[in-house]
């Protein structure tokens, strides 16, 4: 199963947009790339999923270039309420999601 | 249920007692997962059950762990003579299949302290 790099923190201003990149240089080609968030004493919420190129949904934006070995989360404009933990994690199609998630990126959103 | 149940929401123990964490899937949901969160830290993959094969228990920490599913609803974790440094959030979560593909729903978590 692949493993991720991520970094641990980073802060922001409302109204920012965000970007936070994690690498995983010895992604599968059947590797999914997936980002969850956790606000605390909550479980982690799924926020999009992506295998190559730009992903766009109702909440952030995910780009993969094409050789995968890396991917970038993008949050428009963030709130305070952004203020949380990002999860990146890989799968692969045969064993779930039983790699470890790792310790996220701690994002601060500040006013 | 409309999302992943767990209970207890908060449990204190005594060192050396067995405790019991119970983990309600989404209904249709074959795959469930548990995993432990220490404060401050990421998650950690306990144990992991896909339909009717057997589970994959690689992540349990040791053998005071162990876990049960029947058939593909509720999941017991349970936890022989607690140590302290069992003090942690127990997570569930379930996917509609056991692809990496899917998307995980998590519950609220059990809150375990032992003293």
């Known amino acids: 199963l692949a493993k991720t790099t991520q970094p641990i923190s980073m802060d922001s201003y409302e109204g920012q947009e965000v970007n936070i990149t994690c690498s995983h240089n010895?992604?599968?080609?059947?590797?999914?790339i997936t980002w969850y968030q956790q606000f605390p004493s909550q479980g982690p919420r799924f926020i999009i999923q992506g295998y190559k190129t730009k992903v766009t949904n109702e909440v952030a934006s995910l780009f993969i270039p094409a050789d995968r070995k890396s991917s970038t989360l993008s949050l428009p404009r963030v709130s305070l309420s952004d203020t949380a933990v990002y999860y990146c994690?890989?799968?692969?199609?045969?064993?779930?999601?039983?790699?470890?998630f790792g310790a996220g990126t701690r994002l601060f959103v500040k006013a | 249920g409309a999302g992943v149940s767990q209970s207890p929401s908060n449990k204190v123990t005594e060192k050396g007692k067995d405790v019991e964490l119970r983990c309600d899937p989404i209904?249709?949901?074959?795959?469930l997962y548990w995993y432990r969160q220490r404060l401050g830290q990421g998650l950690e993959f306990l144990i992991y059950?896909?339909?009717?094969?057997?589970?994959?228990k690689s992540g349990l920490p040791s053998d005071r762990f162990s876990a049960e599913r029947t058939g593909e609803s509720v999941s017991t974790l349970t936890i022989q003579r607690t140590q302290q440094e069992d003090s942690a959030v127990y997570l569930c979560a379930s996917s509609l299949g056991g692809s990496g593909t899917g998307e995980l729903f998590f519950g609220e978590g059990s809150r375990l302290t032992v003293l």
């Open positions: 059950f896909q339909g009717n094969s057997a589970p994959d």
């Open positions: 209904s249709g949901h074959t795959a």
């Open positions: 010895n992604i599968a080609t059947n590797d999914y």
């Open positions: 994690l890989v799968g692969d199609d045969t064993g779930g999601f039983k790699t470890i």
